[in-house]
């Protein structure tokens, strides 16, 4: 009975290692090239001053076929009036004030933008050889009358 139950065992063991199921303590080497970082840092001023403006929300939307929002992520602008956030392809930016009169009403605007026509900059590499791309992007929102 033995011999039965240690020959299925190492059958069983060969099976899973061939389709790869083992166990592994130590972390597994990546393949490939690891995708780069493109972050843009946005800031929004009020066209008439030049102050920055604060907590204007930036509503990144990630579409599909040109029309369909698959998602919307919203960041606000903080006390300089800017935000940070990562761009993976096309840009569709609502740029809105939320807030009301906290700080003055604006205008909403939108920004549409192709990825190539970003302008993005090489600033360098990360300790994981990731190379690291950053655009400035500056909005200019006009106060309503």
Do not use: R
Not at 40 to 69: C, H, L, R, S, Y
Not at 126 to 145: R, S
């Amino acid at each position: 009975m033995k011999k039965t139950i240690s020959f299925y065992s190492k059958i069983l063991a060969g099976l899973l290692g061939l389709l790869g199921f083992t166990y592994c303590s130590l972390p597994t080497p990546t393949y490939g090239m690891p995708p780069d970082e493109h972050k843009i840092i946005g800031t929004v001023t009020d066209k008439e001053t030049g102050e920055p403006i604060e907590n204007i929300a930036f509503i990144d939307k990630q579409m599909a076929w040109g029309t369909t929002v698959l998602d919307a992520d919203t960041i606000y602008a903080d006390a300089n009036g800017q935000v940070k956030f990562w761009c993976n392809g096309n840009l569709y930016l609502d740029v809105k004030d939320l807030d009301g009169e906290t700080n003055g009403l604006y205008n909403d605007t939108s920004i549409v933008m192709e990825y190539s026509d970003i302008p993005f900059v090489f600033k360098g590499e990360n300790q994981y050889g990731t190379e690291i791309y950053e655009a400035e992007l500056d909005v200019q929102l006009t106060p309503k009358k």
